[in-house]
């Protein structure tokens, strides 16, 4: 199975939070209620400025997934 580069999650025990899920590498998870970053799998082979800038980067990636799928949600 080839899984998505991002999904979207919600959880029943946080209802006002909106989560996205990055499945590559390095995965980690964004709370789109306060922009919290909880990585999940840090990379190893990224010193500290290489990894704020790749994260930077994937997080407005994240962004821009999560307004693209808005816009097919409202329009269906």
Known sequence: ME???F???DNTDHPEDIFIIHL???RFIVNLKDDEVEIIEEPEDLDENELNEEMEG????ANA???REMERYEKE
């Not at 994937?58 to 990636?61: C, G, M, R, S, T």
């Open 3 to 5: 899984l998505p580069k």
């Open 58 to 61: 994937l997080i407005e990636e």
């Open 65 to 67: 997934f999560y307004d």
């Open 7 to 9: 999904v979207l999650a």
């Open 24 to 26: 590559d590498y390095p």
